[in-house]
């Protein structure tokens, strides 16, 4: 079984959260080969270390990891990666592969702008 | 003249703010109609007041601002509107459209599942 985790930053506003977890839940119905899952580096839960423990509770032989972030600041940079190795540490067996945020995505510019409506 | 400002949060990590910088010459590429800019909530500069300012300035009769962000946090929901509305009380001549933020574009599910390589 594989496992996906979005991270993303986390709010103080529930809302923005659920948002997150939503987003989680259309990855799954588009991603049938993957448990899906969201983790939070601050202000919500499940943090990502917890996130990862659960999928390899849960029977995960591999672990992907996709950072809901769009540009890499010391939280993609530094943090995220910091965690999944300490991580990684723990669980030999488990291939775990942190994949690139979502801001480095090819084709992020072109998504971007389809979003500006070009006439009044 | 239309102006488009990518507004993103900022970080402490200078990079990261170039990165946004890159985004909006990729986004100037793709829209000739717009003089486009980004700007920022914290942390580096322009700040969003200064950059709409600076749109207006320079000749813009219609300013798009789009919130570089995933969810709808506090800065999403609360600051930039904020901001946004206490400019246009300065500008009423000018056409001032909030645009939704990135994270609730239609297509992001889609556009993330594709990022996430589905076979090891």
Redesign the interface.
Known sequence: M?A?I?L??G???A???R??QA?AE??A???P??RVSAAFLELSAPDIATAIDRAVAQGAG?V?L?P???????H??EDIPAIVEERRTHYAEV?M?L??Y??A?P???????A????S?
Request: hydrophobic fraction near 55%.
């Open positions: 594989q996906l979005l993303a930053h709010s103080r506003r809302e923005s959260n948002e997150v987003m259309q990855l119905a588009r991603l080969g993957f591999r992907l996709l809901y972030f769009l540009a890499a600041g010391r993609v940079v291939e592969l994949l690139p979502l801001g995505a084709g992020m510019a072109d998504f971007l702008a979003l500006v409506p070009t009044p």
